[in-house]
């Protein structure tokens, strides 16, 4: 078996792994788009034979998870490719494309699978392991052919909600793994030590909700579910109700969890233009006491509360995402600079810090250890004793 990283040796996002058995039968983990793309474009595909041509020789594409870092070049792929990605991550994908999203679409041949449930394509043995990660139904993957085994990390932490799913693998690593493709997010990162946990951040948030005296608006990913829980139980604790779009409880109802919040429970509310249903409320209800509210925004409840008087001095703003991505919300941040809004900071990284990744390479202990998702490979030397760095395109043995 032999592998290639034809995007993601030197960089954040665009991931994209070859794998090539003996008989020369192969299986492509993740096809997604650069982080510094402009435009989805077929031009960013990777050099890989058959993407656009399915090839008899090219037996699938492995979705680790529903980030478009990972997926979205999928757009341009042969429609007979067979792509296997987690259940709730089709979902995903499939209310994101209802809902008229930018870029959103679904795969034309989907295959589904399950946590630590091995399936085989062909010459390849597959294993996946759900992990801990900013995204609902993140995988990590075992993929065993002709005597070897490689596993591919994916994205993933040991400080969210899920944390579980860390410890437990940590605890009963898969055994003899030949090379481990790792993600290196945080590396060279000015806060690359430990990051904050998801319940440090809901006493964050619960006293952030307790000082305001006003309406809480908070900005973060309607997939980033452990954020919304997170959220969600700091307004439990301070008496407010969490009013969100109808993508955002779309999303959360997709899951098919109980214990996530959603429409059915009586301090979730959608923010509508009229009340028609139980669960729906309006701007004018919440103006008339905004304290007990905090609104998840989007575009859509954006440009409904622009011209609203329910955003002045007594509101409270919170930024919960990446601080890349400020740039995307500046009209919004300029609106809450202009009204005198109080503005903070709250989040955490969706990727695993600097101790999380040597617990994980020391359990899984393998021959040869390639970084992989990072801008900083040579700083796994620094790190680990068995790193091999590969570039972009370079073909190596397993």
């Known amino acids: 078996m032999k592998a290639c990283i034809r995007r993601g040796s030197n960089q954040i996002g665009g991931s994209a792994v070859e794998i090539i058995a003996d008989n020369q039968q192969r299986l492509i983990i993740d096809i997604g788009l650069p982080l510094d793309a402009e435009e989805n474009t077929a031009d960013l595909l990777p050099q890989i034979k058959g993407l656009k041509e399915k090839s008899s020789d090219l037996l699938g594409i492995l979705i680790s998870h529903a980030h478009q870092d990972h997926y979205a070049l999928g757009l341009h792929i042969d429609k007979h490719i067979p792509v296997y990605m987690g259940r709730i991550s089709a979902k995903i994908l499939e209310v994101s494309a209802q ?49 070897k085994r490689l596993f591919y990390s994916g994205d993933f932490r040991a400080h969210g909600r899920k944390s579980k799913l860390f410890e437990s693998l940590i605890k009963n690593p898969p ?52 954020r919304i829980v997170t959220i969600y139980r700091a ?27 959603n429409f059915t429970w009586s301090d979730v509310k959608k923010l509508s233009v009229k009340a028609a249903k139980k669960h729906e409320i309006t701007i004018k209800t919440i103006e008339k006491e905004p304290e007990k509210y905090t609104i998840l925004l989007c575009g859509y409840i954006f440009k409904m509360l622009k011209e609203s008087p329910i955003l002045n001095p007594k509101t409270t703003f919170i930024y919960s995402m990446w601080e890349g991505y400020k740039e995307e919300y500046q009209e919004k941040l300029n609106l809450m600079k202009d009204k005198g809004i109080k503005m903070i900071d709250i989040h955490t990284s969706g990727h695993a810090d600097i101790p999380s990744l040597k617990r994980f390479a020391s359990a899984l202990n393998p021959k040869h250890l390639v970084p992989i998702h990072t801008f900083y490979p040579q700083e796994f030397k620094e790190l680990f004793d068995n790193v091999v760095i590969y570039k972009d395109n370079q073909i190596f043995a397993i």
């Open 235 to 261: 307004c439990k604790k301070s008496n407010r109700s969490l009013v969100i779009s109808g993508y955002t409880g779309h999303i959360l109802q997709c899951l098919g969890n109980s214990k996530i919040p």
């Open 175 to 226: 055994q003899d793994i030949d090379i481990l493709l790792l993600e290196g997010s945080c590396l060279g990162r000015k806060q690359s030590g430990k990051y904050e946990t998801e319940t440090a951040l809901e006493a964050k948030f619960l006293n952030t909700l307790k000082c305001s005296k006003g309406l809480c608006l908070v900005q973060t990913s309607s997939q980033n579910i452990d």
């Open 99 to 147: 809902h008229n999203l930018p870029q959103a679409f679904c795969f034309k041949n989907i295959m589904t699978f399950n946590n630590q449930q091995s399936f085989q394509v062909g010459a390849f043995k597959i294993t996946p392991y759900l992990t801990d990660h900013s995204a609902y139904d993140s995988y990590s993957f075992l993929i065993e052919a002709d005597g």
